[in-house]
């Protein structure tokens, strides 16, 4: 059988989340969906990870296996004509007949939007999160740095998590400043449940001066999920990229 | 009584354009309303120009005439509490009694956004126009320099509209790569009816070979509506600031 990796971008205010589930609009449940129409083969659509609802994404990746013949240039296309415009196949390729697209998954980027202007964006409302109170961007920076390398980030995750390890290497950690936006660009092995979204929480009380940048690493060490910012809302999460060994 | 001007960002794809109409959602009468809600008073708001149905404005400007007595900073947080979220009311200041957002304008920007990827964009589909076919960058941009100056640009408007004059000056003309993204930015002190989507959808056929970019300056004079590119669609376009004199 073929292995066939895709590389997905979509808006996520249309979907509750990626996962599939019964009477609920996800994205899994519409692509699956359109591989059957077009190859006339129920396929199960392995993703890197699930996204949340109303979490974007402008590269998530997953992988189907097919007996279809299609030429790989043909399959975006065909899926797209099958799918919402609020989701579209940017690339497809065939892969090892064992790449799997969770289990390969070497690193992944997130990065989180907060719009920090006085009254808030119109155009871009569903892609960021509106903070009115002017952020110390400079403190944020600082406190950024002490997530990079290997941690427990088990203050930084939701319950309602399978994981075993909450232990997890952020590659990269960086505050990007465009106009009155804020971007939260983190890279990492891996992210636990909502980790990034109270990372981001987290920022915003340093910017805010509720805590200090440099209590970011007692608040890691402290392991306690009540000492971190609160959960920001999904509409400012992307998943930018996931990476695999070449 | 005072006269106050607003900057103004929309998202256009809610609306039925700029200009009131009875049973159509616009930005103009929901705007309106929510000053009359604020104030008490019945005000005609008057724009800088209008925009068309789909188009989106990140700093339109339009003022009105008040004897509300409400501090000036209240203003934008008042109106905004008070109109749906694909409109922000960016800034509002308080001006001279004879400042008139259209007869003062002494220049506007414009852009269309193209999208030049392969398969389309999912999370910012309402905010460009997808051409698939790999256009020409460097002859687009050889192209736009002819629009620069003061040119009769009747044959980059569509009909229907009352202007006498199609003598327009465009101060600035370029081509923006951001990744995908291909803009057209147009600086000048006034646009005929489609003006910027036809200029626009003229710089599509340059960029893909169908018209020389030296022969804009033949079609130009030409005044021929035929020989320019077609009107392209409006999701693309978004009125980025109109200036006055200082």
Redesign the interface.
């Known amino acids: 059988m073929r292995n066939i990796k895709l590389t997905i ?3 996520g205010k249309d979907f509750n989340g990626w996962q599939k589930q019964p009477n609920k609009l996800n994205i899994q449940g519409e692509i699956e969906r359109a591989i059957e129409n077009v190859t006339g083969e129920k396929v199960e659509l392995i993703a890197s990870g699930r996204t949340d609802a109303g979490v ?1 994404a ?1 590269g998530q990746v997953a992988n189907f296996k097919t007996n279809s013949k299609m030429a790989i240039e043909k399959i ?2 065909a899926i ?1 004509s099958q799918v919402k ?7 497809a390729e065939e892969v090892d007949e064992n790449f799997h697209s969770r289990f390969n998954c070497k690193r992944k980027t997130y990065r989180y939007v907060i719009d920090n ?7 871009y ?1 569903n ?1 960021s999160y509106h903070m009115p109170i002017k952020l110390n961007v400079e403190e944020m920076k600082k406190a950024i740095k002490y997530f990079e390398g290997k941690h427990d980030f088990k203050a930084f995750k939701s319950s309602g998590t399978s994981s075993k390890s909450s232990v997890r290497t952020i590659y990269s950690a960086q505050i990007l400043v465009e106009g009155d936006n804020i971007g939260i660009d983190l890279t990492g092995n891996g992210f636990l449940y909502n980790m990034v979204r109270i990372i981001a929480g987290t920022l915003v009380d340093v910017g805010l001066g509720k805590i200090k940048a440099e209590d970011i690493p007692k608040i890691i060490e402290g392991k306690d999920r009540t000492k971190a910012g609160k959960t920001l809302p999904p509409q400012g999460l ?1 998943l930018i990229r996931v990476d695999y060994e070449k």
């Open positions: 971008e979509y808006d974007h402008l975006p296309i797209n415009k609020s989701i579209r196949i940017k690339n202007s006085k009254y808030g964006t119109a155009i409302r892609i992307m």
